[in-house]
């Protein structure tokens, strides 16, 4: 760990000797300047008399007090005290589905744009809590690893699209089995944890039930949000026209019936059909936030005391006593 809070100030203190060396420099130079004016005998007589050896001290302590200022912008450190904290609430993963089948518009603009508010509205709702989102289609990406800072999460939010992950597709499963790997470590396994899965429900043969089950075992609850009418609407291909396979309209239809299997699959897990409807989810989690509470975990933070003052005040010093020097010269 670094001595000072700001060492970047550090390199700033490279500079005093060469300061110090121009200093010595400059007096230099003016002496022989001014002995070449004035006869040997009185040149040393006056340089006593306007007092050439106090110039350089007092050149020389206002360097010092510079560097002085320098150590104390650099915020050095004391020793270190470990404190108790106990951190509360729990971690909430957002796995949000941005196949091309979310750009269907059976909800107003798309499912995707109403799936990125669904999560918006859960952001709202944290008090605490932790938070990550995953995005996936044929693959699956962490586009938001595990924090408290739920700006950031906003502006990922914002971003989500299809060509968010590599490859097109829906592999339910396995986007749940990635939250699991990258976000759940085994010594976390004490915290309150909730998979918020937003999604049509369409899958590719990835088992999502069986994943929903590791869920489980890793005491994550599952709230799935079913988003598309039950009897389907046309997936958008590119420029906009319906996607065509084998001369046919491709329809994407809400899979109800394995969204409820895999949040069954956990404990306490939640299915919300909101179909082509609409949700205040900020509100439903927060009712359902009430149900088990929030988990507090003991740890300890290590604090260090702040130095600066010392250095400051030797800044202080150094510059009274040129300005004294100055005054009795």
């Known amino acids: 760990m670094s001595m000072f809070s ?25 002496r022989r300047r001014t002995a070449r004016l004035i006869e040997r005998s009185l040149h040393a ?10 110039r350089v001290r007092r050149a020389l302590v206002v360097i010092l007090a510079l560097a002085s200022l320098f150590a104390a912008l650099a915020r050095p450190l004391g020793g ?30 798309t499912r995707l744009d109403r799936a990125k508010q669904i999560v918006r509205d859960g952001l709202g709702a944290l008090r605490g809590d932790r938070v990550a989102i995953v995005a996936f289609a044929g693959t699956a990406v962490v586009k ?3 924090t408290n800072d739920t700006n950031f999460a906003r502006l990922v939010v914002d971003e989500l699209s299809p060509e968010s992950v590599s490859r097109g597709g829906s592999l339910v499963g396995d986007a749940l089995r990635n939250a699991i790997s990258s976000l759940f470590p085994e010594e976390d396994d004490g915290r309150l944890r909730d998979v918020v899965l937003i999604s049509d429900g369409e899958d590719h043969g990835s088992f999502p039930v069986e994943a929903a089950g590791a869920l489980a075992d890793r005491r994550a609850r599952l709230i799935a949000v079913g988003l598309g009418r039950p009897g389907g609407a046309p997936v958008p291909g590119r420029g906009g026209r319906p996607l065509v396979h084998d001369g046919e309209t491709v329809i994407s239809k809400q899979d109800s019936a394995t969204l409820e299997r895999m949040a069954r699959s956990t404990e306490g897990g939640v299915y919300l059909p909101v179909g082509d409807g609409y949700i205040e989810f900020d509100k439903v989690y927060r009712g359902l936030s009430e149900q ?9 933070t290590v604090r260090r005391a702040e130095l600066f003052q010392w250095p400051l005040g030797l800044c202080f010093v150094l510059l009274v006593g040129e300005r004294i020097l100055r005054e009795r010269r």
């Open 80 to 109: 270190r005290a470990e404190e108790p904290f106990t951190r509360s609430g729990r971690d909430v993963v957002f796995v949000v589905d941005v196949s091309r089948s979310m750009l269907a518009e059976d909800l107003a603009p």
């Open 45 to 54: 007589e006056q340089c006593r008399a306007i007092g050439d050896g106090a």
């Open 292 to 300: 088990t509470g929030a988990s507090e975990d003991a740890s300890t």
């Open 144 to 146: 938001c690893p595990l």
């Open 6 to 30: 700001n060492d970047a100030w550090l390199w700033a203190l490279a500079g005093i000797p060469m300061l110090a060396m121009l200093a010595l420099w400059a007096e230099a130079r003016r």
